[in-house]
Every structure is written in structure tokens, then in C-alpha cells.
């Protein structure tokens, strides 16, 4: 079992729609909950993290924290075919270094 | 506020031989990782500079190795290039005190024929 599950999907949306994406993981250590977008041949892009439980919204994007059940969702509202990209979930430990583990990422298509 | 650069954009190499990757870190960060991007998958760690040291490494070979100069900037050195090192070399800036926000580069595409 990888330490970090990720559906790579793809994720087909029409526009406006909310959309949901998750990730799982294992390791009970992590703290710091990180979700990335990138774009076709980019490298990622870190659109927000959270440290521990909780949500956090920024604009369209909310991320959501459940440590009890060990789950990370990303939702982003209205969604617009410019959001078509790769979303990756990654994790860390606090303290040391703060290496992420990646989830493969979700591929996620928002049509017209 | 200068962003993460990395070169060069795409490079073409043989099985054996050896290849040098270069990246320059967003100003005021001085810590330094370097990721393996294969397709459809999550980058992977390679390893990580701090103050012109290695501080974290993970599961990838000793012919992958490593330097970060005074001004943060850093290569990644793969010698002895397999089949399997084709993929998207991602390098990543953060500060020390907040390691778990990695900026990226746009990353070097490694081809190995």
C-alpha cells in the first residue's frame, strides 16, 4: 500500500460544476497537507496547504483535513475549463526536513 | 520576486552517459529538492540541499548525486543514465522554516535513448 493514494481519473466536469478531489493516506505523522495544480509539460504549481485538521478556503478552492479518517479533499466551485490540469495532494511530517510524499495525481477536464 | 528557473527545457541523452541538470532558486529561499517525475505519476523525492549540504535524501541511487552553491542555486547529476531516468526532473525552492511550501520549476525533460 502506497503511502499516499491518489484516483488518477480522469475527472470529466462540465462547467460550473463543484468538483471534489481526494486523497488517502497512511502515515499518521503527517501534518502538513499540501494540494499543487500542473498544467500539461509545467511543473506543479502549490495552490494551498493546511497544517493538521480543518478547512481553508482561498477564492473557488476549499481544502478539507480529516485526520481521524485520514482523507484530504480538495473542492473547487464554478469551475472553469482553465482549471483543466493535474491536481496532486501531497503530505509531510512536521519537523526535519518537511519532505512531501506526492499522491500521482488526479486528472481533472472541465468542458465547456 | 524571481521565480524558480531550471535548464535547460529538454535534453536527449544515451544509455551510459552522464548529464548535469541546473536550477536556480526563487530569491530569499535557501533550501533546494530535486524530484523525479515519471509519466502519470507523482514527483518523487531525489534530495534535498540545505546551506550547501545534503539534508534528506530518498530511494534513488548513488549515481544520482547533487551540489547547492552559495547563491542556493543547485545541479542535479545523474551519471551512467539508464532507460529508466526518462522523466521530468522537477527542481523545487522553499525557506528553511517553511519547507512544506515547495515552489517548482518548470522542470528539465530527460530523454535517454
Same mark, same amino acid.
Request: proline share 6%; net charge neutral; hydrophobic share 30%.
Given at each position: 500500500?502506497?503511502?499516499?493514494?491518489?484516483?488518477?481519473?480522469?475527472?470529466?466536469?462540465?462547467?460550473?460544476?463543484?468538483?471534489?478531489?481526494?486523497?488517502?493516506?497512511?502515515?499518521?505523522?503527517?501534518?502538513?497537507?499540501?494540494?499543487?495544480?500542473?498544467?500539461?509539460?509545467?511543473?506543479?504549481?502549490?495552490?494551498?496547504?493546511?497544517?493538521?485538521?480543518?478547512?481553508?478556503?482561498?477564492?473557488?478552492?476549499?481544502?478539507?483535513?480529516?485526520?481521524?479518517?485520514?482523507?484530504?479533499?480538495?473542492?473547487?466551485?464554478?469551475?472553469?475549463?482553465?482549471?483543466?490540469?493535474? #491536481?496532486?495532494?501531497?503530505?509531510?511530517?512536521?519537523?526535519?526536513? #518537511?519532505?512531501?510524499?506526492?499522491?500521482?495525481?488526479?486528472?481533472?477536464?472541465?468542458?465547456? | 520576486?524571481?521565480?524558480?528557473?531550471?535548464?535547460?527545457?529538454?535534453?536527449?541523452?544515451?544509455?551510459?552517459?552522464?548529464?548535469?541538470?541546473?536550477?536556480?532558486?526563487?530569491?530569499?529561499?535557501?533550501?533546494?529538492?530535486?524530484?523525479?517525475?515519471? +509519466?502519470?505519476?507523482?514527483?518523487?523525492?531525489?534530495?534535498?540541499? #540545505?546551506?550547501?549540504?545534503?539534508?534528506?535524501?530518498?530511494?534513488?541511487?548513488?549515481?544520482?548525486?547533487?551540489?547547492?552553491?552559495?547563491?542556493?542555486?543547485?545541479?542535479?547529476?545523474?551519471?551512467?543514465?539508464? +532507460?529508466?531516468?526518462?522523466?521530468?526532473?522537477?527542481?523545487?525552492?522553499?525557506?528553511?522554516?517553511?519547507?512544506?511550501?515547495? #515552489?517548482?520549476?518548470?522542470?528539465?525533460?530527460?530523454?535517454?535513448?
Amino acid at each position: 500500500q502506497k503511502e499516499v493514494e491518489q484516483d488518477p481519473g480522469p475527472l470529466s466536469v462540465p462547467e460550473g460544476a463543484i468538483v471534489s478531489l481526494n486523497c488517502t493516506y497512511s502515515n499518521s505523522a503527517f501534518q502538513y497537507f499540501m494540494w499543487y495544480r500542473q498544467y500539461s509539460r509545467k511543473g506543479p504549481e502549490l495552490l494551498m496547504y493546511t497544517y493538521s485538521s480543518g478547512n481553508k478556503e482561498d477564492g473557488r478552492f476549499t481544502a478539507q483535513v480529516d485526520k481521524s479518517s485520514k482523507y484530504i479533499s480538495l473542492f473547487i466551485r464554478d469551475s472553469q475549463p482553465s482549471d483543466s490540469a493535474t #491536481y496532486l495532494c501531497a503530505m509531510s511530517a512536521a519537523g526535519g526536513s #518537511y519532505i512531501p510524499t506526492f499522491g500521482r495525481g488526479t486528472s481533472l477536464i472541465v468542458h465547456p | 520576486e524571481t521565480g524558480v528557473t531550471q535548464s535547460p527545457t529538454h535534453l536527449i541523452k544515451t544509455r551510459g552517459q552522464q548529464v548535469t541538470l541546473r536550477c536556480s532558486s526563487q530569491s530569499g529561499h535557501n533550501t533546494v529538492s530535486w524530484y523525479q517525475q515519471a +509519466l502519470g505519476q507523482g514527483p518523487q523525492f531525489i534530495f534535498q540541499y #540545505y546551506r550547501e549540504e545534503e539534508n534528506g535524501r530518498g530511494n534513488f541511487p548513488p549515481r544520482f548525486s547533487g551540489l547547492q552553491f552559495p547563491n542556493y542555486s543547485s545541479e542535479l547529476n545523474v551519471n551512467a543514465l539508464e +532507460l529508466d531516468d526518462s522523466a521530468l526532473y522537477l527542481c523545487a525552492s522553499s525557506s528553511r522554516s517553511a519547507s512544506h511550501e515547495q #515552489y517548482f520549476g518548470p522542470g528539465t525533460r530527460l530523454t535517454v535513448t
